[in-house]
Nanobody, 119 residues
């Protein structure tokens, strides 16, 4: 069982930056591929980025490529999402998720953190 707790959301102006954090419980954090998803009001959940257990491999949605960076610190059981050049369309609840591999669905989810980008 893995428990995930996101933090770092908030209100930011367009063009600004935020860094989200996701702290995970358990001693096997490095064995999980970690991902960020988001859900905007009235829309379905959307994939944002994923990182392998070692951090060597990352994958991004086209909508955030070049603006967002996913990283992890296995010593701290934490995954991050650095978000730069934010746009109003990035407004959403952001969720952290853990899964067994880069290709498998996520098994564990956090409660989400709100990101609001004003124009």
């Amino acid at each position: 069982q893995v428990q995930l707790v996101e933090s770092g959301g908030g209100l930011v102006q367009a063009g600004g930056s935020l860094r989200l954090s996701c702290a995970a419980s358990g001693r096997t954090f490095s064995s999980y591929a970690m991902a960020w998803f988001r859900q905007a009001p009235g829309k379905g959940r959307e994939f944002v980025a994923r990182i392998s257990g070692t951090g060597a491999t990352t994958y991004y949605a086209d909508s955030v490529k070049g603006r967002f960076t996913i990283s992890r610190d296995n010593a701290k059981n934490t995954v991050y999402l650095q978000m730069n050049s934010l746009k109003p369309e990035d407004t959403a609840v952001y969720y952290c998720a853990a899964g067994p591999s880069m290709l498998a669905p996520s098994d564990y989810w956090g409660q989400g953190t709100q990101v609001t980008v004003s124009s």
